[in-house]
């Protein structure tokens, strides 16, 4: 009984806790519907807009958004704000912040639905709707900035959320992400990808974006080293940064070999098949890429010693 | 009661901020006096030149190579160039770049576009990769012999073009060129029975890739189709002689030394690829999205390898000494490589939806050898069913919860021994996704991702089994100024025993800071801190003893990354700053490892437009376990930024 009411107890707290997680977003429900009939809302064209947004309707002219505004083919003529603000009319009238859509603090749905309503299917948007982002109420403006002609530094944006990745940059065998030399969109796709498991983007149809700056390791190789096919590069390496040269996961070269070539257990995986009559006590033997230095995959030699 | 006070207490202070609430936006003409129009520059930016100098380098030079492997002269340093053409043919551009001058990571990007007729990206980044520490690998090192045998000095270049035309029509065109290109010199063995021999790498290949579609946008339909190919080429070869060599067998095998005297072997690896994709998204009815992907890619190359090698080789076949070992062989191989999708977005109500996917992965490599009495294969197939629930039950909360069903198989040749039979491997994971998204305003949002996954089958003795993944992420502007953000990622793995016991345990928790004042005019400060563990466990067989061992991984670190920029008062027209800061990576457990960069950076304005640099860094890496993978280096910086 006592463990009865423990349970109920934690279980109302738990409830109240809840409740309060979620006031602040009941809070700021809209108010029920008012019997007035509501005014109506009509297009009222971006040179209203630039009334009182100037600054923001001329910045908005040097974004790829500003042809919005000449284009007759892209449906939004002379009304740019409003193909994502919606139309106008009522905040033109009252000035109210609360008459208009607005994007940036809408909720996630609805902001990322009035951007994908145009860029659903351009080459890096495939996927969007699962796109770990878009699943986390991540919006579109939390990366792009709409207005600004000059946008977001893509490294400053992901590292924000990203702060853990980031940091593994700071280590001393790592891709030159602080110098320029890569980017984040180099390799990962921020919107998704078709593969959901797997966060790199894909280049050339369907290769991994490693194969896109590594193009030496694309093969297809005569014998293959299967991981590189199945799990990827990141079964041996860290790519944002390791303390292992090499960017490798392990310290040492033959952990990183024999975790799989070890022949205990689990008869059915692949690979399991040990170093026969290698003597590992041997300097000389130790390091299994000291003979086997074609590891990504051979095109002669099925053991990938040439 | 208590909760309820606090309950009452959070609902009305949410409801009193949006009454509080200014509309940025809103900057009525009327109001305030008119500010003077600023006179818009065709042409604005930015550009940074300086002198590097660097000093001895105590410790290993190449170990400092292959970490740092900034060298001392002039650089373009960064520069960031816009211009608002406002011409018929060129409405805007973008020039961008910095590392040029010497700096192992030099890249320039250029975007322009005149608004209607086309829209033209470009990309060209050239990086030095240096690898040759001492320790790593080195089957001499007991010897005190620090030559690495898996050493390389060589550069890659990747340049890339894209155009797409009417991009601001419903249909439009795009192509694209990338050829990415490696060359340098290298350290690599050359593998005969019974030893091995360091010798040089040359190495050079190439990868053009072409690729041009279409895309069709419309209200309701969005379609892209591409078609693509490659072309590839590698014409590394190695070199010896002509000196002998013992290699790194010293003993003699049956009485004789085995010595390399000359060495010639070229590989001229010759490929191509055609690759195809469709990718479609349409919303057929208001509460329905639908979207699909076909990708095809089917790369081949053809293989002609030559060697000539002379000196005394053992053949352990026969057990015959030899004095030549030459070899030509011609091979092929073909990897076709298809990826499906489909998925669905339900909506059956505004805060709830259903999403459910399909995708599908499947790979083999064919090929041959001539010369070696087997072909090899490689099958690979992966299939993937997901279904999630979104519902928002009050808006700015998302609550999501799912299931992920993994199936597939794949198929290798159980060893390079002999006529080795093929060993077949399956994978079978089912997992359950949770999640949950609060977004209160644009300045304070708090995601999470739960994933737990059970596998009956694995490919891999270390794939991941049955494993448990948490990530939270979460970011709060407590004031126009100042920003925090903080992240903690967790994945626990326990394969049963059954199987093969593995235990793999990380843990990431990072936390940063971003304070601005004064729109980052005055004082400026950035912080970040991460702690991040890793323990993997997993035995092994040692095969000199058919024993089983534990290999065992640790890691323990702590790395701090910060910078504090505070105006200088000096009384001059233009403000002086100055930025002190750094990053700190210290790590125990496996391989112990100590990594500072601290930085001081001032900047004197010596006109509206001008302003001298300079920059202090020092770098200092140690590795406890590997005497000679450590340096100290100075490094100062001279130069002069113009906007």
């Known amino acids: ?306 | 009661m208590k909760y309820a006070f606090l309950l009452m207490a959070l609902v009305l202070a949410a409801q009193e901020k949006p009454a509080q609430e200014k509309p940025a936006e809103a900057k009525p003409a009327e109001a305030g006096p008119t500010q003077p129009k600023a006179v818009e520059q065709p042409v604005r930016g930015e550009f940074e030149i300086g002198v590097r100098f660097n000093s001895d380098v105590r410790g290993d030079l190449n170990t400092y190579r292959s970490i740092v492997n900034l060298g001392e002269g002039v650089r373009l340093l960064r520069w960031d160039t816009w211009l608002d053409a406002k011409k018929k043919w060129l409405k805007q551009a973008h020039f961008y770049g910095g590392g040029w001058g010497g700096d192992p990571s030099a890249w320039l990007r250029l975007s322009a576009e005149d608004g209607k007729w086309y829209r033209f990206n470009a990309d060209h980044r050239t990086t030095a990769y240096f690898n040759a520490l001492p320790s790593f690998a080195n089957p001499l090192l007991e010897r005190g012999i620090l030559a690495n045998q898996r050493s390389y000095d060589t550069r890659r270049r990747f340049t890339e073009f894209e155009v797409a035309l009417l991009p601001a029509s419903p249909l439009i065109p795009y192509f694209s060129y990338t050829r990415d290109r490696g060359f340098g010199r290298g350290v690599t063995n050359f593998v005969a029975d019974a030893n091995e021999y360091p010798v040089l790498n040359n190495l050079n290949d190439r990868t053009n890739v072409y690729r041009g579609g279409v895309r069709v946008e419309r209200r309701r339909l969005h379609l892209t189709l591409e078609q693509g190919g490659i072309q590839f080429r590698d014409d590394q070869n190695t070199e010896a002689g002509p000196a002998a060599q013992p290699g790194n067998r010293t003993a003699p095998i049956f009485g004789e030394q085995l010595v390399l005297r000359d060495l010639r072997q070229a590989y001229g690896i010759e490929g191509s690829s055609v690759f195809s994709r469709g990718l479609v998204t349409a919303q057929p009815a208001g509460w329905l999205d639908i979207n699909g992907a076909f990708q095809f890619s089917q790369p081949r190359n053809d293989i002609t390898y030559t060697q000539t090698a002379a000196g005394r080789f053992i053949d352990l076949d026969s057990l015959l000494f030899l004095n030549t070992q030459n070899a030509r062989l011609l091979g092929a191989a073909k990897q076709p490589h298809l990826t499906a999708n489909l998925g669905l977005e339900i909506r059956p109500e505004g805060r709830l939806r259903v999403l459910q996917s399909w995708t599908t992965d499947r790979l083999h490599n064919a090929s041959s050898v001539s010369e070696t009495p087997f072909s090899d294969r490689l099958e690979w197939n992966y299939n993937q069913q997901q279904t999630e629930v979104l519902v928002e039950p009050v808006a700015r909360l998302t609550l999501r919860g799912g299931y992920r069903y993994v199936w597939g198989d794949g198929r290798a040749r159980a060893s390079f021994l002999g006529n080795a039979p093929f060993e077949r491997g399956e994978l079978r994971r089912h997992g359950a996704l949770m999640g949950a998204g609060y977004r209160m305003t644009d300045r304070f949002s708090l995601y999470s991702d739960v994933e737990i996954v059970r596998s009956d089958r694995v490919l891999f003795r270390t794939s991941l089994t049955d494993y448990e993944k948490v990530r939270v992420r979460g970011r709060h502007a407590l004031t126009g100024s100042l920003r925090l953000y903080g992240s903690l990622q967790y994945l626990n793995n326990e394969t049963p025993p059954e199987l093969n016991r593995f235990e793999f345990r990380s843990m990431q928790e990072a936390m940063g800071l971003e304070w601005m004042p004064g729109s980052g005019q005055g004082v400026q400060v950035i912080g970040e801190y991460a702690r991040s563990t890793i323990r993997s466990d997993l035995l092994y067989l040692a095969p000199q003893t058919l024993g089983s061992e534990r290999s065992f991984y640790r890691e323990n670190a702590h790395t701090v990354t910060g910078l504090v920029t505070v105006p200088l008062a000096l009384g001059w027209t233009w403000q002086a700053r100055l930025s002190a800061g750094g990053s700190m990576f210290v790590s125990s457990g496996s391989r112990p490892t100590d990594f500072y960069q601290p930085v001081a950076r001032v900047t004197l304005p010596l006109g509206k437009r001008c302003s001298v640099l300079a920059e202090y860094r020092w770098y200092g890496v140690s590795q406890t376990f590997y005497t000679f993978e450590g340096f100290r280096s100075h490094q100062g910086i001279i130069g002069l930024r113009i906007n």
Request: hydrophobic letters at 30%; aromatic letters at 2%.
């Open chain 1, 1 to 306: 009984m006592v463990g009865l009411s423990i349970t109920t107890d934690t279980i109302r707290k738990l409830a109240v806790l809840g409740l309060i997680a979620v006031a602040p977003g009941l809070a700021q429900q809209p108010p029920p519907a008012t019997p007035a009939a509501p005014a109506r809302r009509e297009y009222v064209g971006s040179v209203m807009c630039q009334g009182c947004h100037e600054e923001l309707f001329n910045s908005l002219a040097k974004t790829p958004h500003g042809k919005l505004e000449e284009s007759e083919k892209l449906g939004w003529k002379e009304k740019a704000c409003e193909s994502c603000h919606g139309p106008g009319s009522v905040h033109a009238e009252s000035a109210s912040p609360g008459d208009i859509r607005n994007p940036l603090k809408s909720p996630a749905r609805e902001a990322n639905a009035t951007c994908m309503s145009c860029h659903k299917n351009q080459p890096t948007r495939v996927g969007a709707i699962r796109g770990g982002h878009a699943r986390n109420q991540v919006s579109c403006s939390n990366c792009h900035s709409v207005h600004a002609a000059k946008p977001k530094e893509p490294l400053k944006e992901c590292g924000t959320c990203h702060v853990a990745q980031l940091a593994e940059f700071q280590k001393p065998f790592r891709h030159r992400l602080q110098e320029g030399g890569v980017q984040c969109v180099d390799c990962h796709n921020p919107h998704g990808r078709l593969l959901s498991a797997n966060p790199l983007r894909d280049v050339s149809a369907n290769e991994p974006g490693c194969f896109r700056c590594h193009g030496d390791k694309r093969g297809p190789f005569a014998f293959e080293h299967a991981p590189m096919r199945t799990e990827g590069c990141g079964a041996c390496h860290e790519p944002h940064g390791s303390a292992n040269p090499r960017m490798l996961t392990r310290h040492e070269v033959r952990n990183q070999c024999l975790e799989c070539h070890a022949g205990i257990g689990q008869s059915a995986a692949l690979g399991g098949v040990p170093p026969a009559f290698h003597d590992l006590s041997s300097s000389r033997i130790r390091n299994c890429t000291t003979c086997h230095v074609k590891i990504h995959g051979s095109h002669v030699n099925r053991a990938l010693l040439r």
